[in-house]
């Protein structure tokens, strides 16, 4: 099984400021037949299920604000949220869809400082 | 509008059984992979099955194989988990939850499933 590590499991960020969540997998992720990273984001707000926020390491979802914006490959993966806004605080869980079975990293929960 | 709604939850013993449905509206029900996701209580995400647009094709994660079983009816636009020899820890909140390809993009709202004695 892939197995999917984020840091940190929280951080406090102030308004206006800028987020970083980190994301490991155990083996890569990157395709060599399409050259893609199947790998996604998840916000879930406290009651919510979870939303989708990027696809493919880096495509954002439907109606997700620009402020949002994933990066990196293989093995490695960032997701940042520039400009922190008060309805960003929510759980992030990054998750990997290259194989069964998939599995979701254990989440880092996104504070107001 | 997408909407999946979750239903068959509740409390049961352990050792016993229960059956999840989930209804599906808004979109080409046949045409997607769907999953089921749970969250324990306070905890994170934990994928549980999914199966193909045709029903043709299923996984596990281990912890569920040769206890839970998830089937389609594309005809009903409803997805299912039929869950027995449930135990304690399969205690959570079970998500249908719709895929492009396995890319989840569609969430319902959940039903809480409780093992307990």
């Known amino acids: 099984d892939i197995v999917m590590t984020q840091s940190p499991d929280s951080l406090a960020v102030s308004l206006g400021e800028r987020a970083t969540i980190n994301c490991k997998s155990s083996q890569s992720v990157l395709s060599s037949s399409n050259n893609k990273n199947f790998l996604a984001w998840f916000q879930q707000k406290p009651g919510q299920p979870p939303k989708l926020l990027i696809y493919?390491?880096?495509t954002r979802g439907s109606g997700v604000p620009d402020r949002f914006s994933g990066s990196g490959s293989a093995t490695d993966f960032t997701l940042t949220i520039t400009s922190l806004q008060a309805e960003d605080v929510a759980v992030y869980y990054c998750q990997q869809y290259y194989g069964s079975p998939l599995t979701f990293g254990g989440g880092t929960k996104v504070e107001i400082k | 509008e997408v909407q999946l709604v979750e239903s068959g939850g509740g409390l049961v013993q352990p050792g016993g059984s229960l059956r999840l449905s989930c209804a599906a509206s808004g979109f080409t029900f046949s045409t997607y992979w769907m999953n089921w996701v749970r969250q324990a209580p306070g905890k994170g995400l934990e994928w549980v099955a999914n199966?193909?647009?045709?029903?043709?094709?299923?996984h596990y994660v281990d912890s569920v194989k040769g206890r839970f079983t998830i089937s389609r009816d594309n005809g009903k636009n409803s997805l299912y988990l039929q869950m027995n020899s449930l135990r304690v820890e399969d205690t959570a909140v079970y998500y249908c939850?719709?895929?492009?390809?396995?890319?989840?993009?569609?969430w319902g709202q959940g039903t809480l499933v409780t093992v307990s004695s």
């Open positions: 939850a719709g895929a492009v390809g396995w890319i989840i993009d569609d």
């Open positions: 493919w390491a880096s």
């Open positions: 199966i193909k647009d045709d029903g043709s094709v299923t």
